[in-house]
């Protein structure tokens, strides 16, 4: 996790440093459901490089690498969903918090790195606060649709 709000200036210097090393960035993201190891450099800020140059020494073609900027569409969609799964309380925990992400919206927040080595997808993931707390915001939601959807399915059947 990064300690900045905008990570457009490490996308530059990341694109940079893969095409210095003669790899191709294939843009493609690589799902949770694609059997992948993590690689483990949280407390490293340059653990991208350690990584690129991996790619590099065991002859990865190509880089995936993918991104994510917060987009004001997606923002609204969460804070109307977090106002109705709260209503009538406007001043729940969910729909304040989703406000408060409205200084990020513009920003890049998540970058997914990613590699294949012998059947095997290799990923690096850089993401800030605010991204992260999205994201739980967004699975927050979901779960509590899911919740609503499920009890609606079974009064109908009583």
Same mark, same amino acid.
């Given at each position: 996790?990064?300690?900045?709000? =905008?990570?457009?200036?490490?996308?530059?210097?990341? /694109?940079?440093?893969? #095409?210095? !090393?003669?790899?191709?960035?294939?843009?493609?993201?690589?799902?949770?459901?694609?059997?992948?190891?993590? $690689?483990?450099?949280? =407390?490293?800020?340059?653990? $991208?490089?350690?990584?690129?140059?991996?790619?590099?020494?065991?002859?990865?073609?190509?880089?995936?690498?993918?991104?994510?900027?917060?987009?004001?569409?997606?923002?609204?969609?969460?804070?109307?969903?977090?106002?109705?799964?709260?209503?009538?309380?406007? #001043?729940?925990? #969910?729909? /304040?918090?989703?406000? $408060?992400? !409205?200084?990020?919206?513009?920003?890049?927040?998540?970058?997914?790195?990613?590699?294949?080595?012998?059947?095997?997808?290799?990923? !690096?993931?850089?993401?800030?606060? $605010?991204?992260?707390?999205?994201?739980?915001?967004?699975?927050?939601?979901?779960?509590?649709?899911?919740?609503?959807?499920?009890?609606?399915?079974?009064?109908?059947?009583?």
């Amino acid at each position: 996790m990064m300690s900045t709000d =905008n990570l457009l200036s490490l996308k530059d210097d990341m /694109v940079a440093f893969i #095409e210095g !090393h003669g790899l191709k960035r294939l843009p493609g993201y690589v799902t949770e459901d694609i059997p992948s190891i993590l $690689w483990e450099g949280q =407390n490293n800020p340059d653990a $991208w490089k350690d990584f690129v140059e991996m790619a590099k020494h065991v002859g990865a073609p190509f880089v995936t690498f993918s991104e994510m900027t917060l987009e004001p569409e997606e923002l609204d969609a969460l804070i109307e969903e977090a106002g109705e799964m709260n209503f009538p309380d406007e #001043e729940s925990s #969910e729909l /304040v918090e989703a406000q $408060w992400l !409205h200084k990020y919206v513009g920003n890049l927040g998540y970058i997914q790195l990613g590699f294949v080595y012998q059947g095997l997808v290799f990923l !690096h993931e850089t993401t800030t606060e $605010w991204y992260e707390r999205f994201q739980t915001l967004l699975e927050d939601v979901e779960a509590f649709q899911d919740i609503v959807i499920e009890d609606h399915d079974h009064d109908e059947d009583e």
